[in-house]
């Protein structure tokens, strides 16, 4: 497993306070969508690439950064 992201890390990337933070990372886990590794101090947090939701989610985010970098397509 690779080192992933700790809690405060994502808090940061996406905007989210604690308790939101840590109450969507629980359904990510609940779902099976991400795996958590936890340490002394500290949980860390990655994709679960054995999901049967990860290659839908890389489909999801290629077509949204494909979309991001043409400007001719629009978005909506």
């Given at each position: 497993?690779?080192?992933?992201?700790?809690?405060?890390?994502?808090?940061?990337?996406?905007?989210?306070?604690?308790?939101?933070?840590?109450?969507?990372?629980?359904?990510?886990?609940?779902?099976?969508i991400?795996?958590?590794?936890?340490?002394?101090?500290?949980?860390?947090?990655?994709i679960?690439?054995?999901?049967?939701?990860?290659?839908?989610?890389?489909?999801?985010?290629?077509?949204?950064?494909?979309?991001?970098?043409?400007?001719?397509?629009?978005?909506?």
């Open positions: 497993m690779r080192a992933g992201l700790y809690q405060r890390e994502i808090m940061f990337e996406t905007g989210l306070t604690l308790h939101p933070a840590q109450r969507e990372l629980k359904n990510l886990y609940d779902l099976g991400i795996q958590k590794r936890e340490t002394l101090n500290k949980v860390y947090y990655e679960d690439p054995h999901s049967p939701f990860y290659k839908p989610l890389c489909e999801i985010c290629e077509s949204a950064q494909k979309t991001k970098l043409d400007p001719r397509k629009k978005s909506f």
